[in-house]
C-alpha cells in the first residue's frame, strides 16, 4: 500500500511542481529574468478565483478563465512597467520582483483580514470527487486529474515551443539575445510573452492545485523556494531538467515520510528541498542538466 | 524669476510648510498620547458625552484584530454595554463604567516589534487591567512590559501552564491572570479523565483491543507539556485497565510542523493505517492542519477512533471544508458551545450572533466577556480600582467564593490560574472542555464525558462509533 | 647599529604582500601584518583625522547627519512617549543590520537573501552568554558580534563560488535551514527548540520608563559607532576593493588584490556588525525564538537599503528610519482617527503602503531615496544662502 501512495502523491505534486518550476525556468533561461514574484503568481490566481467563487457572481469555470486572464495582465504589465525600464540590472529586477510580491501578499492579508472572522486558508473546489480504487489503494480522484492535466499542459507548451514560430522565436532569443535581434525578432515582445505564459503557468498550477492543498497568504515564499529549489537541481534554463528536478524533489520529500522510519521524519523532509539547494551550489551550481557557466 | 525672488519665496514657504508640519504633528501626534483626550469608549453608556477618567474602570484588549481580535472586542462590548446600561459599578459608593479600548498586537503573525509598540502604546493610555493575548511566544514577550509597569494582564487566550504555575508563582509575573482557555494541564488531565472514564470502558466493551495509538501534535508550547503528560499516562494506563495494552513502546509521537500540506497528511494516514493503531490523539491548534488532519481520517477510514484537540474542528465550516465523513467520527474537545451550561449562555451566543453579523462566538470573546464581569465584582469587592486593590479583589474568587461566568463557574487558584473541573477533587462545572462529535445532520453535539462534568449540567447526545469499523 | 625606518620598509613590504595567492588562510603571518598596517594607519592618518572631522562637519552632508542625528535624539526626549523609544530602538536595531547588509550586499557586490543568519546567530549566542553562563550584557554584546564573525567565516566560504542569483538563493536557503534546526524539538539540546531562549533579564529593576530611556541612549551609542567604523571602512582603501570586487571581480583580481581573501573579510565584518544588531534586538525584546531566521526578517534589510540607497551605508540608516518610524505613525494615526469598525479594513494598511513605497522607489529611482533628498536639499540650502 505504501509503494502506490508514494508513486500517486509523488507523481502529483511532482507533475505540479513541474508546471511550476516550467514557467520559473523559462523566464530565467530565455530573458535572465530571476522573477521573485513567481510565488505570488501562484497564490494570487488562487485567491482571485476563491474571491470570485466566493461571491457567487459567475460559475467555477468562468472563474477560471478570469483568474488566468488576470494574471496574465499582471504578467503584462509586470513586465512593461516593472522589469524592462531596468532590465540591464540583473540585481535590481530581483529586487523589484521581490518587491511586487511582497506588495502582493500584503494587499491579499488587507483584503482577507478586513473580515471579522479571523483568517483562514482557501482551497479550490477540486474538479473531480470521490475515490479510484488503484491496486488496492483508495486515491482521491483528484490526483488523477492532476497529473493528466499537468501532462497535458506540458505537452502543449512542448509542442508549442518546438513548432510554432513564437516558439522558435523563443528559442532563438534564448540562445542570442543580440543575434535574435539583428533577425528581426522583437526581442521585447518575446520576453513579455514569455513572462505571461509564466505567469499563466503558475495560474494553472495553483487552480490545479490549491484544491487538494490549501494556501495561506504567506505561502508565496515557500512555493517561490520550491520551485527555485527544482530549477536549481535540474539546471537554470532547461526545461527537461526542471521536469526532472520536479520528480526528484516530490519524490525525495514522500520517501523520506516512509522509509525514514524516525520520530522526526516530518520535520526532516521539510527541509530536504533546502538542503539539496545548498548541496547543489556547493557541488554543482548549474544543476543536473545545465549550461556549464565560467564560475 | 530673479535670483532674490527665488529665494524669498523658498524661505517663505518652507516657513509655512514647517509651520504646518509643526502644527499637524503635535496635534496628532503628541495630543492624542494622553493630554486630555479621553480615548477609552463607553458602550452602553447612557449620559451625555463620556464620564471622566476618574470614574471609570479602565480595560484594555491586546489581540491580534484581523485574527479573532474583532471578535473579542465584540464579546467585550456586549458586556460592558451590559454593565454600563445598568448604570455602572458600585466601587466605594460611587458609580464607576467600563471604558474599553483596544490595541492590535499582530501576534498571530508573530510580529513581536508590532506587539510591543502596541502594547507601548496601551500602557500609555494608563488601563487599570489589560486583558487579551493569544500567540503564547509573543504574549511571552510583552507581559513583562505590563508587570514592569505595574498593570495587571488577564489573558483571554493562552494556554501555556507555565504563564500562571511558574511565572506566576515565583513572582516573575505578580499580576498576571488567566480566564480563558484552561492550562494545558488541565486539558490534559481532562483528556486522561475522558479516556480513561469513557473512551476505554467503550472501546474495551466493544471487544476491542488497545494495543497502538499515535499522538499527533504540534511543537508549540502549550503542545509539548500536553504530549507529555498524554505519553506518559497512556503507558500507565496499561498496567491497569482491562484490554488496554499502550506503552511507550506501541504509542508512535508525530510532530507535524506548519509546513505540512496536504499530500504529507495523507501520506502519515497512510502510515497510521498500515500500523494498525486503533488510536489516534491529535493535539492540533492550527486550523489549516486540522482541516488537512480531518480529510485524511474520512479518506483512509482507519479502523481507530480519533479523539483530542483539534482547533479546526471548533469552527462553524468544518464540516464544509473536510469531506463529511470525517467530520461526524472526530471526537475533539471544544471551549464552548450553544449549551444551557449557564444561565446566560444560550442568550448570549444568539445576541453575539445578531451583534456579528452571523458569527459564532470563539472561546476568546467569551473569555473577555466574563472578565469584564469578574474585573467590575472585584473592584466592589475592593472598593477601588489601584493595582493592589484590583488584585486583591480578583483574588477573592475561590472554590468557596466563585461568581457564575458564562456556562461555567469562575474562579481562580493561588498561581491566578481559572480554576478547572476536577472530578477527583469534588469541584463540578468550573472551567471544562467540552467533548463534541457531529451527528448524522452535520450538527455538532456534546456527548457524555463519563463523568467529567455534571451531565444534568450539560445536555449531551450519543457518541458514534464509525461505520467502516466493523467490530468483532 | 643603524636604526632601518621601519615604516618605509614596511609600506614596500605590504605591498607586495597583497599580490595573488592561492587560496590560503596563513593567520599567524596575518595578524602581524594587520597590527603592522594599523600602525601605519594610525601614525599616518590621526594627524590628519582632526582637521578631516572640522571639514566633514562644516561640508552640507555632513551638516546634514549630525542635523539629523540630534533630532533622532531629540524627538523620542522631547515626545516623552514610551511607545517611541521602543520604536526608534527597533528603528536603531534595524539601521545597523541594514548597514551591515548594504556593506556586504551593496557594496561588495555579494547580494545576501540570508542575512538574519547572523543577525539571529548574534541574539542567540548574547542570550546564551547572559543566561546560561552568566555575563554582564555589555561584553555579551561583542561576543554575540564575534560569534557571528565565526559563523560568517562558515558560511561565507561556500558562497565565495556563488555569484548572483546563486548567492542569493543558496544564502536564502541557508537561513532557512537555521530556521528549522533551530525550531526542530529532536535538536533541543543543541539549539533551544521550538521556544528558543526566554527571559532574558535585562535592567528590569529599572521602572519601564528608564529601562526604555537607558535602552535607547545605549542603542543610539552603539549606532553610531558601528555606522561611524562602517562609513571609515567604507571610505578607506579597503571600501575601495570591496567596490572594485562589486564592479569587477576579474579586473580586481587581475590587479593583484587576492579577492577571495577580501570577500571573507567583508562577510566577517558584515556579519560582525549583524551579530551586533541581533544582540541589541534580543535584549530589548527579552528572548530569542527560532523565527528571528525567518526570510521576513532578511527581507527587512534589503527594503529599507533599497529605499534608502543600495551601497552608501548612511542610507541604509536613513532606510530603517523610514521605514519603521513612518510605519509606527501610520498605526498610531489609524488607531487614534478611526472608529473601530473601520480599524479592521485598515490594520494592515501600513505594510501594504510601505510595500508601494518599496515597488515605486526601486523602478523609478536608481540610488534610492537619500541621496536625490540630500543633493535637492543641498540645492534648496544654496539656493536660501543666496549662491
Known sequence: MSIISILVYGAALGCVLAVLAVGFSLVYGVGGIINLSHGAYYILTAYIVFWFINANIVAYPIAIIIGLSLIALLGIVTYLALIKPIQHNEIGVMIVTFALAFLIEQAILVYEGSKPEEIKDISLIPFAKGQINIFGTQIDAQYIVIMIAAVIILSCLILFIKKSRIGKAIRAVSQDKDAAKLMGINVNLILMFVLTLSAVLAGFAAILYVSVSPIYPNYGWEYLLISMSVVLLGGLGSLPGSVIGAFIISFSRFICFYLVDIPYNVAYSGIIYLAVIIIMLIFRPCGILGKKERT | MEQSTKRILAIVLIAVIGTGIGIGAWYFLVIPAGEGENPYEYPGYAGEGKPPLSKTIKVGLLDHTAVYGQLTYVGMTMSATEINAAGGVDVGGTPYYIGITMEDTKEAFYNYDEALSATLRMIEKDPDIVIGGFRSEVVETYVPYLMQAGIPFMTTGCATTEFCQTNVASDIWPYFFRIMPQNSENLGLAFMDYLENFLFPNMTGEGVILDGATIMYEELIWTIDLKNMLYDFLNATSMVTPGVRLGYANVTLKPITPSMGALDFMAYWGVFGGSGHQLMLPVISDPTLGNYFGMGYNLTQPNAIVAGINVAHQLADYLTTTPAMGCQYEISMSGAERVPSGPNQIAFWDAFKVATGGYDPVYTAIGAYDAIKIIANATTIAGSTALNDLVAGLESFNTTNWMFGLGRKLAFDENHDVIATNPDAGLYNFSAPLWCQYNQEGVKHVIPSGGFYDDNFIPNDMFRWPYWWVLP | ?387
Open chain 3, 1 to 387: 647599529m643603524v636604526e632601518k625606518d621601519q615604516n618605509v620598509n614596511e609600506e614596500l613590504v605590504t605591498e607586495k604582500v597583497l599580490t595573488r595567492r592561492p587560496f590560503s588562510i596563513p593567520l599567524k603571518n596575518y595578524s602581524k601584518k594587520t597590527s603592522k598596517r594599523l600602525g601605519i594607519f594610525f601614525k599616518h592618518k590621526i594627524p590628519y583625522a582632526e582637521s578631516e572631522l572640522k571639514s566633514w562637519v562644516r561640508s552640507f552632508r555632513g551638516g546634514i547627519i549630525l542635523l539629523c542625528l540630534f533630532l533622532v535624539t531629540l524627538i523620542p526626549l522631547l515626545l516623552n512617549s514610551i511607545v517611541y523609544f521602543h520604536v526608534f530602538i527597533i528603528a536603531m536595531v534595524y539601521a545597523i543590520y541594514a548597514a551591515s547588509w548594504d556593506l556586504l550586499s551593496g557594496v561588495t557586490g555579494q547580494v545576501s537573501f540570508g542575512h538574519a543568519a547572523f543577525f539571529g546567530l548574534g541574539g542567540y549566542m548574547c542570550a546564551a552568554f547572559v543566561k546560561f553562563l552568566g555575563f554582564h550584557w555589555f561584553p555579551s554584546i561583542i561576543i554575540g558580534g564575534a560569534l557571528g564573525v565565526l559563523f560568517g567565516l562558515i558560511i561565507a566560504i561556500p558562497s565565495l563560488r556563488l555569484k548572483g542569483p546563486y548567492l542569493a538563493l543558496g544564502s536564502l536557503a541557508f537561513s532557512l535551514l537555521m530556521w528549522r534546526l533551530f525550531s526542530m524539538e529532536s535538536l533541543r539540546f543543541l539549539f533551544f527548540g521550538s521556544e528558543g531562549i526566554r527571559n532574558v533579564a535585562f535592567l528590569q529593576s529599572l521602572t519601564l520608563r528608564e529601562k526604555l530611556i537607558t535602552e535607547f541612549i545605549l542603542a543610539l551609542i552603539i549606532m553610531i559607532v558601528c555606522i561611524t567604523i562602517m562609513l571609515v571602512v567604507y571610505n578607506s582603501k579597503l571600501g575601495t576593493i570591496f567596490k572594485g570586487i562589486r564592479d569587477d571581480e576579474y579586473a580586481t583580481e587581475a590587479a593583484g588584490i587576492n579577492v577571495t581573501r577580501y570577500k571573507l573579510l567583508a562577510f566577517c565584518i558584515s556579519a560582525f556588525f549583524a551579530g551586533i544588531a541581533g544582540s541589541i534586538y534580543m535584549l530589548h525584546r527579552g528572548n530569542v525564538k527560532p523565527d528571528i531566521f525567518m526570510s521576513l526578517y532578511s527581507f527587512y534589510p534589503i527594503i529599507m537599503v533599497v529605499v534608502g540607497g543600495i551601497s552608501t551605508i548612511s542610507g541604509a540608516a536613513f532606510g530603517a528610519y523610514f521605514f519603521y518610524v513612518l510605519n509606527e505613525i501610520i498605526t498610531q494615526l489609524c488607531s487614534d482617527f478611526l472608529p473601530s469598525n473601520l480599524q479592521l479594513i485598515f490594520s494592515n494598511i501600513a505594510t501594504l503602503f510601505f510595500a508601494i513605497i518599496l515597488l515605486v522607489v526601486v523602478r523609478f529611482t536608481e540610488r534610492g531615496l537619500m541621496e536625490p533628498a540630500i543633493k535637492r536639499s543641498k540645492d534648496l540650502w544654496d539656493l536660501l544662502r543666496g549662491k
